[in-house]
């Protein structure tokens, strides 16, 4: 395993090598979104694609350039090097214009459209091992796992070296789904469904969000896959699949009872309690996600506790309204939610 | 028994007196010459490429750094779908087929007009009338925003309730009467107003490419009109075409959209190929090498761009089957393109090129377009495709389309015939200067969009986070939007600068070779007093030709001094075959227009009985200005 993949890892930076120098950043593979840092086997195929078809698209724009600069530099000469007129030209455009582009467009039609293309295409279910639904909301993802009772939102668990069957639908608009590191976009259309392959082949938190444009706040409907070992994926799924634990401090239980009490459990799931509405997302487990709003916000005390007293700053827009809570109301609440892990 | 012949000054005279149009501003109202029209045409797209240019420069402000709030989200939304449908559909098309077209095709012909004027004077008022239309919601705080190809749910009145989705469907069904009514005019014009002997074979590259803009143009404005017809009548009268439940789907507004929006890439494109074919034999000194190749290319860029429209939506989740068809029609469009480009690049080698700033936007485009058909070609790449679609990556391949392909020659063609227009010389330093500010900015502008989008920037974010890697690309596009900016201001200060107080051009500086600089610059309002005939492809640099058309008016021949006349030819040959009598100038058109706009204000605020009253008014007026005018 560790073998290819340093091979693979060989063979992008002898591409890289290959690159002119203006793209610094992508050569080291950095950027939490970038497309050319594959963390899968489909992925990597399509950066490979990349790597060729830009080194072939510098050599066209040169080709094109020297022509160019042919003409200012022979400004004053007529006909072209080698004294060809206009029968040498307009075989020259025939040959460069048509045969060239017909041999090497079908070259990369066979290889993109047909190899990549199988490659990377949604799956067949019975060649993956777990099944995971995804669908968009204005503005956050509802994530299920068939089959358990497990449901979150904007965490997409998976576990490395699995393949995984996505599943993608939408609530409302269209949404679409995408993590660059692993596979192509899928959108998420009403009426539709979807699927992609998923195939982590290391462990890390691999970033995405919506790629269709789904009105006021598209730019913050961010989501992340976590990819982890299959040990760790199953411990977490069994917990997500339980009910909430039970506030355990008085402090937590007031939290639990304002939940209830207020406009919360009006929109919020939080399984084992009275809270059963599914409009925003479940938050049996919220305290073990590591974000909130969609990969807004840090999952802290502070950002939890602002967000809850005025969603409407940080996203505006936002579903979520204001509620009009007192300052020990958002303390007991934000206390509750931490516990529910 | 013959009479003399009286003296040149006389019949031109006569010719002046006849074609002679209302002063003041109640002449620009009524007219009906295609020069003023095309200039009516010009200044306003110009004015909407301004508004659309301020619109980017508040976006690319906003996304200089990350987490800013210069502007909230529905602003930025607004302002994003503004700038998109402003550019598409109030200043590039326009500017194409409505100014260099209007202006330019009856005078490279040889005729006097359009085939009809008062129809072409109609699609300018309902271009500006649709124009200020659409902005109005903006100023009414009932901006667009749903992205200017309006999606649907989102377009829907579930999910946006406001007008801005109203304001944008009528304003486009509004604004595409004027495009037809252009393309409709510059194919007839085309087909039967050429000089006796433009055959087919000596038609200019540039009538060829709007040729191939305007017939595609009229195929593709339907489906577009269709599906804005279907949204507002879900909106407004609730059918449910693209409602899952009731048994519709929001793919119809894809499919139809696209068979629409993608031939729309190649009406934008298509007259700058026009301008850049014109441009190059004049700065190069010699003919077009492969030009019979280059006129097909242009055609079939237009034929070919009708089957490719899905590939705008590779991850809708279409059938492998389809996928592949749209890819394969993708990599088949590219080599009408490369042909053209070769062409065009040899014509430079094979000649003795003067390097002046025409020719230097048109080297520009051409860097522009490879750059931007380069990307393009990925895009044919399912797989990659689907990865780089909906990021920036694409904002970047489509403005170096439309920007580095369609506005440069643009912009190359305003320096190139300003001298015509305005019987005035621009200043080539400034110019030059001006070329360079442009041409580095647009680079910086759109280049780093190519990065940010591989490193998973998506479009139409009116924010982003810090720590993706994507901060310093914007900021180097918003410096290059900036410098960008200060090229199109110094370019628009030579201009009018020179337009003041510019060295006298005469008819043919730059010795071109099309029948536009065989007349005075600025032409008079009958174009030509003598209606040329052609004997080559290149008629400007046929000596004996313009001679024998100089004796010819001494002879007083071909002169049709009695009324707006001009005489027609046969579509192939360019025979001549009979002589038309051509209308003059009418308050009609303008009277249509405003008739039109209240009849869409009125579907807008939904009294939809008052529209159909101002309906049959408009058809009451349109049959009104049929009336048969008095006799000269």
Known sequence: MTGTRSGAGRARRRLQLLLPLGLPLLATGCGRENLLDPASPQQHKIATLWWVMMGVAWFGLALIGFLLALGWLRRKREGLPGGGGDRVATALV????????????????????????RATSAPNPSSTSLTVEVTGHQWWWEVRYPGTRAVTANEIHIPVGARVNLVGKTADVIHSFWIPKLNRKIDLIPGRTNRIVLEATRAGRFRGQCYEYCGLQHAHMGMEVVAESPARFRAWLANMAKDAAAPST?????????????ACSGCHQIRGTDAHARVGPDLTHVASRATIAALTLPNETGTLAGWIVDPQHDKPGARMPALDLQGPEVQALVAYLESLR | MTVLAPPVEERVELLDRIWEERPGVLGWLTTVDHKRIGLLFFFTSLAFFAAGGVEALVIRTQLAGPDQRLVGPQTFNELMTMHGTTMIFLFVVPMGLGAFGNYLVPLMLGARDLAFPRLNALSYWIFLASGLFIYTGLFVGQGPDQGWFSYVPLALKQFDPSLGPDFYALGLIFNGLSTTATAINLVTTIFKLRAPGMSLNRLPLFCYAQLAAAGSALILLPPLTLDLVLLELQRKAGFHFFDVAAGGSPMLWQHLFWLFGHPEVYLIVLPAFGITTSIIPTFAKRKMVAAPLVALAELLVAFIGFGVWAHHMFSTGMPTSALVFFAAATFMVVIPSTVQIYAWLFTVNLGRPEFRTPLLFVGAFIVFFVIGGLSGIMFAAIPFDQATTDTYFVVAHFHFIIFGAA????????FYWFPKVTGRMYHEGWAKASFWLTFSGTALTFFPMHIAGLLGMPRRVYTYPHGLGWDGYNLAETIGGFILTAGLVLIAANLVFSRLRGAPAGPNPFRGPTLEWATSSPPPPYNFAVIPTVRSEYPGWDDEALFEDRRRLERGLGTYPDGHRQPEATVRDAYPDDVADMPSESGWPVAVAVLLSLMFALTLTSHFVA?????GLAGLAAAAWLWKEPAE
């Open chain 2, 611 to 615: 529209a159909g009253v101002v309906a």
């Open chain 2, 407 to 414: 506005v440069f020659p643009i912009l190359g063609g305003m």
């Open chain 1, 250 to 262: 008085s402090m937590q239980r007031q939290g639990r009872e304002a939940f209830l009490n207020e």
């Open chain 1, 94 to 117: 025939v040959g460069l214009g048509v045969a060239a582009p017909i041999v090497s467009l079908s070259a990369l039609f066979v290889w993109s459209d047909i190899f990549v293309m």
